[in-house]
């Protein structure tokens, strides 16, 4: 039977009970939506009930928003030997290597170097593997990772996502944020920036947090508004000082795992942006902001210097229409950027995103990568270089001509590296260091699709996907061994996300609504 297209949302009356425009996270107006009513109703609901959470989080109390299941024990961090592997370090001092080992020891890595000894290491056999360190991602909506299907044609991802922000509760964002996290540790990535920006209340924040907890992946767990929050209305910084008190005193589980932050929604509304920016400077917690992908944003990277709030701890997402201006803005302050190659192409409609590229690139700028959303891009670090490679060069006959093209070691650093630096974390992850932590991914390379491996760079860019990891460690925890995922129940995991993704849909209704009342079964 033939599926009438849904119509895209009206945009003409999404307003606030008091008349006022609702906008998005990225500056767009929360449509009208024939579910709006339905799914504010069920979100209150929800939010009319007990914490998810009672006190700590160590101590998750049962009611109706604790999942239904938890991933079991952590790994052990270990003692380790990786040996003989092809090494792309990531690291200028110690290069790139055809043959190396790598001693890792309670979750730090030791040395690097050739016919390793160490006493009591055991012996992970790398020598038809290439190392590398695990891949950085800088900006990721992990509350709707489970929504990654809800787009179709005529139906994309911002009329999806109106369509079913209020249509969440915290559970399902409990299994969502831990389908991402685990994604994430099969497909390599080692840290994630988990950019909240539908935080409906401190309950959904503790879910999110809760699966961070069981999800074993470094992150950055930044703090945002409600989807359609009045651009007037602060973020709710009392919870967050809950949160920071609740999730990253004394009794924190993440024993340094994950770092909190904040996401703002920039000085459209200035006033209620220069009291948010007080407020987290108090705190001084770092920052994540949308920069735009239209011709016009009203986040520009001058403009932030010029109010003294831009530096390392400010990262800018898109930037897509930044000027020379924004660039040198950004060059002085020592401000990063995130590009999400997929989304720049699909909603970039400022067009040039090859060029802002090369051109933030050739100053100097912390360029790192990311998803965006999980229904915008494939959770694959190693499509992401590959198109910004591919993507990366100068155009004849227009103003990049003269720019440098993109290598294969700045597509490396991007997904690795930079992101650490964006992130605050270059001191901890990003490359292999003897010091830092162990975060590495070991890739086959006798895969079909790889072999046979020439140069090291080109093959990693351009050959690997993460079907071809065969090994990841996480602060020193195998996570991934043998192909397999080693510290979740995978099909427990894609069970519970797949039942909360059919609740979410049956709550939204519309095009959305599944053609059976049952969760599907696997």
Known sequence: MHTPMAPEPSYGDSQNIDGTTLFDDCGRPVPAHPIGRRAILAAAGATAVAPFLAGSPATAAAGPHTPNSRPGKKPARGHYLIKGAALVSVDPAIGNRAKADIEVRDGRIVQVGTNLTPRGAKVIDASRMIAMPGFVETHYHMWSALGRNFVSTGFEYFAAKSATVAAYRPDDFYHSVLLGLVECASAGITTVNNWSHNTRGPEYADAELHAHADGLVRARYSYGHRDGQPGTQPIDFADIDRVTRTWFGTRSPFDGLVHLGVNLRGPGQLANFLVEMTEVQKRKLPVSVHSGQGPTTAVRAAELERMGVLGPDFLLCHALPFDEADRQAMVRTGAPVSFSVHSELRLG?????????????????????????????????????????????????????????????????????????????????????????????????????????GDLESTVVRSATPANIDT????????KRNRSVVSHDVDKVVRNAAAAAHAVRTRAGGILTPTTSKPPAF
């Open 472 to 479: 990841v460690l996480i602060d020193g925890r195998i996570v």
């Open 349 to 453: 409609t400022a067009g040039g995103f090859h060029g802002q590229l090369l051109r933030m690139l050739a100053a100097g700028i912390t360029v790192s990568l990311s998803f965006d959303a999980s229904s915008l891009a494939p959770i694959n670090m190693f499509e992401s270089m590959n198109v910004a490679w591919n993507l990366g060069i100068p155009y004849l006959g227009t103003d990049t001509a003269d720019l440098p093209a993109v290598v294969f070691r700045q597509a490396i650093e991007m997904a690795t590296i930079n992101g650490a630096k964006a992130l605050g974390l270059e001191k901890v992850t990003g490359s292999i260091t003897p010091g830092k932590r162990a975060d590495i991914i070991l890739i086959r390379a006798d895969d079909l699709n790889i072999a046979p491996v």
